[in-house]
């Protein structure tokens, strides 16, 4: 039962354009998503996050943008860079402390 | 990922064996969360302690799988007679209070079952 879908296994990316990596949630409960980060071999690293009450969050490069009504949620990079290139996993929650996750986008940014 | 540590990095047991796997949180954190990575899956939570107290382990299996977080020393999950399915990468993450907030991860132990 994945309630958290990301459903682009990978994504290839020149340096210096946008990426933009996409989730879709199944569960209308979910109030707080974030975004991780994971290189091979450590844990997830914590990027942004978002409540329900916003449908937009920027922090620098990034940008996290929520549709409700379509249960969607997007992350944009920009300008990506090779040091980018990392597994992105999403994540949802309606408990605050128990997180669903995606299965995770392989993001490559070509110098 | 600096703070929450785990340890050990790398285990391996035979089918039947004991796995410990220890995880001390971030300073100041007083939550702790187990999570599970299978091969080309996402992570799957498992269970949520604070000091002393087991908050929600519904991800839990219910048989072999346990886990405490006592008042003194790390938290500690625990798999009795392992089998060869719980090869998996386990993950801890920390988080000041239980609402809301990011949970930060450690590096994880991977575990292999021969």
């Known amino acids: 039962d994945q309630q958290v879908k990301q459903n682009s296994p990978s994504l290839s990316v020149q340096e210096g354009r946008i990426s933009i990596l996409n989730c879709d949630y199944t569960n209308s409960m979910f109030d707080y998503f974030l975004w991780y980060k994971k290189y091979p071999a450590e844990g997830p690293t914590f990027l942004i996050s978002?409540?329900?009450?916003?449908d937009k969050n920027e922090d620098g490069r990034f940008t996290v943008f929520l549709n409700k009504s379509a249960k969607h949620l997007s992350l944009h990079i920009v300008p990506s860079q090779p040091g980018d290139s990392a597994v992105y996993f999403c994540a949802a929650s309606f408990t605050g402390n128990q997180f669903y996750f995606g299965t995770g986008t392989s993001l490559t940014v070509i110098p | 990922n600096a703070g929450v540590m785990q340890n050990p990095r790398h285990l391996v047991r035979r089918r039947g064996q004991e796995a410990r796997l220890r995880c001390s949180p971030m300073k100041g954190h007083s939550h702790v969360y187990w999570y599970r990575q299978l091969p080309e899956e996402g992570l799957k939570f498992m269970v949520y302690?604070?000091?002393?107290?087991?908050?929600?382990e519904s991800g839990m299996p219910k048989e072999r799988f346990s886990a405490e977080f006592p008042k003194e020393g790390p938290s500690i999950l625990r798999i009795q007679q392992v089998v060869r399915g719980d090869s998996a990468a386990y993950f801890c993450?920390?988080?000041?209070?239980?609402?809301?907030?990011?949970?930060?991860f450690g590096d994880g132990t991977r575990l292999s079952i021969l």
């Open positions: 993450a920390s988080s000041p209070s239980g609402d809301n907030q990011p949970q930060h």
């Open positions: 978002i409540s329900s009450i916003k």
């Open positions: 302690l604070q000091k002393e107290n087991i908050i929600d």
